[in-house]
């Protein structure tokens, strides 16, 4: 398969562009940028440099990578936007590169991003995630492998939000997400219960489940301080890499945010 640049393309002449390469009309590729094999780049997208695209990937018209970090502390220091194999970039998508804090923003392979999604500086968006309509991300969020975030959702910068878990549409998602959860609400965000629907169609077992509802329990009703909770987790329920995943997210918890906590009327 050849490469294809539309004519009316700017394509610097520092910039790697993989085999069957295409690039749509009036789009701008700076130097500095490394596009994969048999990626797709729609009309009138702009890739600024410090971006590595992987193979096979989809961007769709309008969509803005790699442009300099909105922060106040950025003092154009060499950063970088990373971007796996076979991701989607839908229309109009802004993806900041990073800051000397962590040196780039990354999205994983297999992900879908949707219209109008912006991600800040130093973000890093795992595998296999979906990104609904307009999601907006500060910077330095985590979006861990398989996570769902829906539509007008607002995250809050250093939130992280586990493995299979999903936010609700219009949430103002201001605190840390466990894995295989669900969260939502505007006026208070909250813990909503396991993302059952969602672990289903992973191909979850009952017993997979079961036990990750155990250790919801402990930790969400018995009463006891997370660092306690936690303890008892680890004595009482079976090791299995459910369990542990969800050990391992709380035992690397972030100091800027505190974590969901169930509701309460």
Not at 8 to 11: G, K
Not at 37 to 50: F, S, Y
Not at 73 to 85: A, I, P
Not at 158 to 164: E, L, M, T
């Given at each position: 398969m050849e490469t294809f640049i539309h004519p009316?393309?700017?394509?610097s002449t520092e910039?790697?562009?993989?085999?069957g390469v295409s690039i749509g009309p009036y789009t701008v590729i700076e130097g500095d940028v490394v596009i994969g094999?048999?990626?797709?780049?729609?009309?009138?997208?702009?890739?600024?440099?410090?971006a590595r695209l992987g193979r096979e990937c989809k961007i769709f018209a309008g969509a803005t990578l790699a442009t300099v970090p909105q922060d106040l502390?950025?003092?154009?220091?060499?950063?970088?936007?990373?971007?796996?194999?076979r991701t989607v970039i839908r229309e109009y998508v802004t993806l900041n590169r990073g800051t000397k804090a962590s040196g780039k923003t990354v999205v994983g392979s297999d992900s879908l991003i949707m219209a109008y999604v912006h991600a800040g500086h130093d973000c890093i968006i795992?595998?296999?995630v979906i990104i609904v309509n307009s999601v907006q991300f500060g910077g330095h969020c985590e979006v861990e492998d398989y996570a769902v975030v829906g539509g007008l959702a607002g995250v809050h910068q250093?939130?992280?939000?586990?493995?299979?878990a999903m936010v609700a549409g219009i949430s103002r998602a201001s605190l840390d997400v466990p894995p295989y959860v669900m969260a939502g609400g505007h006026d208070t965000f909250r813990f909503e219960g396991l993302n059952i629907v969602g672990l289903k169609r992973r191909g979850f077992s009952s017993e997979q489940i079961d036990n990750i509802r155990d250790v919801y329990r402990i930790i969400f009703q018995s009463g006891l301080l997370l660092g306690n909770a936690l303890e008892k987790v680890d004595q009482e329920c079976k090791c299995t890499p459910e369990v542990?995943?969800?050990l391992h997210f709380f035992g690397?918890?972030?100091a800027k945010r505190k974590y969901i906590r169930p509701f309460k009327s």
């Open positions: 009316t393309a700017i394509v910039a790697e562009i993989g085999l094999d048999r990626t797709e780049i729609g009309p009138h997208v702009q890739i600024a440099e410090g502390k950025f003092e154009g220091e060499k950063t970088y936007l990373h971007v796996g194999d795992g595998n296999h250093f939130v992280r939000i586990g493995k299979y542990n995943e969800i690397n918890g972030s």
